[in-house]
Structures are given as structure tokens and as C-alpha cells.
């Protein structure tokens, strides 16, 4: 076999190949075990692919143990060692050549216990040794100079709480402080010290918290009802959310990690964050990762080849043929595969679970939960008890969120003026008919669906940010049959010839 035929084999049958360069190294291990510590080992796709494609091109790697190679190697050799493999070797120390049994890495290199030790001049005793400990100020120590600190962690937090609320319970803190690292205790130690030095931690600038465990420490306090914390908010979108995410500094939102990454994706052109990247290291966005022909799989139901939706026993099933239980819908009496509701308990078909309509009792248009399909019922007023309904912060609708955070209305409006708004933050007056046509359809979690949709996201952005001006030359620039934009953005153009008419709706697919 080539080593092309290999590295194809590596994304169609990566457990495969693995097994038969194992197997072509060892002779004392069977096929069947040799895969079973394989497929253990492997993971998930992407992981077994990237592990095969190494392999393959490297396979003497299974029989030297060297280094730099990704730490899934490493784990492999380890784990074939075990189950009894002696033609394998074990992963070796770049510097030493020591035989390894666990794995410590320093890039794509690993090293023994010895050689990894970091050396430096010790801030205690100003010797040069290897680096054991940090003081609390971050400077290294070596194993003959602990920074020792006696006092009770939990008494030195609960007196610098005291400061910002006064008659907190102790208890309460104390738990609080070990639940933040609970198998850590020396972590505790730095989060004390850190909150000592800093008491505008615990106040909202937590944005700035040198360790993780603070910011869980605050979420634990403010669970706990103690007065003063104050949870922090993303130094950027400024959102109440989790922020423990490093950067420039700062301790920012998934969100805004996600758009300091973005990439402009090498096959669709959208900008977002890349989800992978193609065998030239050119960045892939989601969309065009799960679409990838490599990436879906044949249905053992249908024979199509899609992305899989569930894995069985059997094999993979598409999204059409999970199997759902066949009942009687309680809205429309149809006999179809659906689901029992959560709310009522009744069962529920597919369409009406996903159908929205405008309920007979408010009028509002929403998601059907009772009633029936000529006289539909949405969920508040089919239960109206207050407890099973959480409102929006933003508008203050009662609304049934999964998480929370704002309406999909306004997570809508929200989105649309991360897109729209120019450098200072507004919303240019000639866009503002734009805004207000998306803003205000009918239905917000179609208009959600859309924006994620092809380069929607992408155009709309350069339009807020002035990179692609609106004019009719601009938008016949854009691919033929992308969904992009509404027939709102051409409304604000002077109108043109017929024909230009006609490739707007094209290319907007109306």
C-alpha cells in the first residue's frame, strides 16, 4: 500500500489502518485486542484520523517511541505495552531516551519526570535549581524554600468578605472556598492570596482574576445569597455570563473568544471562528465541516450517505431515521413518530412540536403546546402558574427558556446589531430600515436560523462595517443562490432595471 492509499484510508478507515501497522510491528497481540486497545484509545473522528495519518506516515514511531508526535501516540504505545505488546515500545524521553510510563509533554515532545523540571533562580534563596513551587507573587521557589503561609485560608477569605458585607457566615464562605477547588488545597492557597491582594475581585472586576477558581468561588458566594459579590460581566459584550476564557489579559465570554478567532472560511468565505482545518491548514467553518463528503456516513435505515444524527449498536442512523415512537398527536390526532410534551404530558408529533401559530386565548404567535390545530394553544397559556415560566430580562416576556439569557426575540435584535452596528457602535441611518424589517418579522427563531445560514452573517457585517458598500453592484457581486439578505436591504437602493430585479431575487432566493 502507498503511502497516499494510507493517508486516504486514514479518513475513510482510520481504526482499520491503525490496527493493521500495529499489527504489522507486534506479533504477540492478536487483531481483535490489538483493535479493542485501539478503538479505546482513539476517540472521537477526528482524533482516530489525525492519529492514522501519523501513523501512516511515520509508522516507525510504533517501534522507536520517539518524539515530536501528538500525545494520542504517546497514549497508544502506552496502552499497547499493557495489554502485552513487546515489539512496541514505549514512548522515550527526547533528552534522556528513558523509557516512559506516563506521559509529560512540552509541546510535542514528552519527557521524563527529571528532564521536564523547570530550572530557575530560586526568589528565596537565589540559588538556581529546579522549580518547585511559586510564591504568592508568582516567583519561582525551589524544593528548600516553601512559601508557607499558617493561617487558616478560610478565615483569611471570610475576613476580607467581611470588609465588603459585613456578618457573612463563615461557614457559608468556607464552603464556598472548597467546593470552588476541591481537590486542590494549594489552589485554594493561591485564590486566597490572590483575593487578599485584590478585594475588587469579589466586586465585579473578577474580569482580571489571575486563577479559575475565583470566578467559581463568586458564583458559589452569590448562589449563596451572601451581599456585596457581585457576579463580573465580559469585559467586551459586557454580558453576564461565564467568563473564564484567557485573553489579552482579561477573562472574557466563549462568545468573544469565538470572534477574536474568526478566520475567513477558505470554501463559503464566511467569517467565523474555523471548526477545522484542510490538509493546507486553511480554516474550514462549521458549516462546511459537517457537510464535508468525508465527513457524513452511510444510514444502516435509509443507505444514505448523511450526517449522522445517532449511533447504534449497528451502526449510524441520519436525522430522518432516529426512531421515535409512533403515537396519536394530541393537536392535530394524527398517528405519527413524536414525543411526549413536557408540559402537558401528552403526546406530540413532530410538526406540531416544531409548528408555531398565533394562540386563540392571547393572540400572540408562538410554539403550540395544547389545544388543537384549528384552535392552537400556546405554552403560558396552557400553564399559567408563574414557576414554570422564566421572563426574559430584556423585554420581561414570559417566555419558556432553555437557558438564561434573553428572548429569541431579543437575542434577534441583539444579533442583528453585532452585525449592523459600524465602529462606533450605531446602527448607519442607512441601514436602519434593514434592522427594523429583520428585527420585527414574524417569527425570531426562523430569522435566528437564517442569520447562521451560508454567508448571511458575513454580508450583513461588511454592510455594518462599510467593507461592501450598498449599492446594485455590490449585491450582483454576491454567488449566485446564497440566501444573504431580505428584499428590505434593496428597498433602500433607488430602483433599477427589471433584469436587476430579477438577480436580487435570484441570489436572495425569493
Known amino acids: 500500500m502507498t503511502t497516499t492509499d494510507s493517508v486516504d484510508r486514514a479518513v475513510a478507515d482510520p481504526i482499520g489502518l491503525i490496527t493493521d501497522l ?25 482524533k482516530s484520523r489525525n492519529l492514522a495519518k501519523f501513523l501512516a506516515t ?19 504505545l502506552i496502552a499497547l505495552r499493557k495489554a502485552g505488546a513487546a515489539a512496541i515500545s514505549p514512548p522515550v524521553c527526547a533528552d ?98 490572590a483575593l487578599e491582594e485584590n478585594p475588587r475581585l469579589l466586586t465585579g472586576e473578577a474580569h482580571l482574576a489571575p486563577h479559575r477558581a475565583i470566578l467559581r468561588f463568586i458564583d458559589l458566594l452569590h448562589e449563596a445569597g451572601v451581599a456585596g459579590i457581585v457576579r463580573p460581566s465580559c469585559p467586551r459584550c459586557h454580558r453576564v455570563v461565564r467568563i473564564d476564557k484567557p485573553l489579552d489579559g482579561q477573562r472574557v465570554c466563549r462568545n468573544c473568544i469565538a470572534k477574536s478567532r474568526v478566520e475567513e472560511c477558505v470554501r ?66 394524527r398517528t405519527a413518530p413524536g414525543t411526549h410534551s413536557r408540559l402537558t404530558g401528552l403526546p406530540r408529533c413532530g410538526g406540531c412540536d ?25 405554552g403560558p397559556c396552557t400553564a399559567p ?70 454567508i448571511v452573517s458575513t454580508v450583513l457585517s461588511d454592510l455594518g462595517s462599510g467593507r461592501r458598500p450598498l449599492t446594485h453592484e455590490a449585491l450582483d457581486a454576491l454567488p449566485a443562490g446564497r440566501s444573504s439578505s431580505t428584499s428590505a436591504a434593496c428597498s433602500l437602493l433607488p430602483a433599477r432595471c427589471p433584469s436587476a430585479t430579477s438577480r436580487w431575487s435570484t441570489w436572495n432566493g425569493t
Open 96 to 193: 534522556c531516551g528513558k523509557g516512559l510510563q506516563s506521559l509529560q509533554r512540552q509541546g510535542q515532545d514528552w519527557y521524563c519526570s527529571v528532564c521536564i523540571k523547570e530550572t530557575s533562580e530560586c526568589a528565596a534563596c537565589g540559588n538556581t535549581r529546579r522549580v518547585t513551587f511559586r510564591d504568592r507573587k508568582g516567583l519561582p521557589r525551589c524544593s528548600m524554600c516553601p512559601d508557607h503561609d499558617d493561617r487558616d485560608p478560610a478565615t483569611v477569605v471570610h475576613t476580607v468578605i467581611n470588609t465588603i458585607a459585613p456578618g457573612a457566615d463563615r461557614d457559608v464562605v468556607a464552603e464556598a472556598l472548597r467546593r470552588s477547588a476541591p481537590h486542590r488545597p494549594h489552589y485554594r492557597q493561591r485564590v486566597v492570596w
Open 22 to 46: 500495529v499489527a504489522d510491528a507486534e506479533s504477540e497481540l492478536g487483531s481483535e485486542t490489538i483493535r479493542t486497545v485501539v478503538t479505546a484509545v482513539a476517540g472521537g473522528r477526528a
Open 385 to 454: 402558574d408563574a414557576e414554570l415560566w422564566r421572563p426574559c430580562p430584556t423585554c420581561g416576556e414570559a417566555e419558556r427558556l432553555r437557558a438564561a439569557g434573553p428572548c429569541p426575540r431579543c437575542t434577534l435584535r441583539q444579533r442583528l446589531h453585532e452585525l449592523l452596528a459600524d465602529g462606533s457602535g450605531s446602527i448607519p441611518p442607512r441601514l436602519q430600515a434593514l434592522n427594523d424589517a429583520l428585527a420585527e418579522t414574524e417569527r425570531a427563531g426562523a430569522a435566528m436560523r437564517w442569520l447562521a445560514g451560508g
Open 58 to 76: 511515520r509508522p516507525a514511531a510504533l517501534t522507536d517511541g520517539r518524539s515530536p508526535a501528538p500525545r494520542a501516540v504517546g497514549d497508544l
Open 268 to 333: 463559503c468565505g464566511a467569517r467565523r471562528e474555523p471548526a477545522t482545518r484542510d490538509d493546507q491548514g486553511r480554516p474550514l467553518c462549521p458549516n462546511c465541516l459537517v457537510s464535508d463528503p468525508a465527513n457524513v456516513e452511510v444510514c444502516i435505515n435509509c443507505g444514505k450517505r448523511k450526517r449522522v444524527q445517532n449511533r447504534t449498536s449497528s451502526g449510524p442512523l441520519c436525522s430522518n431515521c432516529c426512531p421515535l415512537p409512533v403515537l396519536v398527536c394530541s393537536i392535530c390526532g
Open 354 to 378: 416544531r409548528r408555531q401559530a398565533h394562540c386563540t386565548t392571547c393572540g400572540r404567535l408562538r410554539g403550540i403546546h395544547s389545544g388543537t390545530a384549528e384552535a392552537p394553544v400556546c
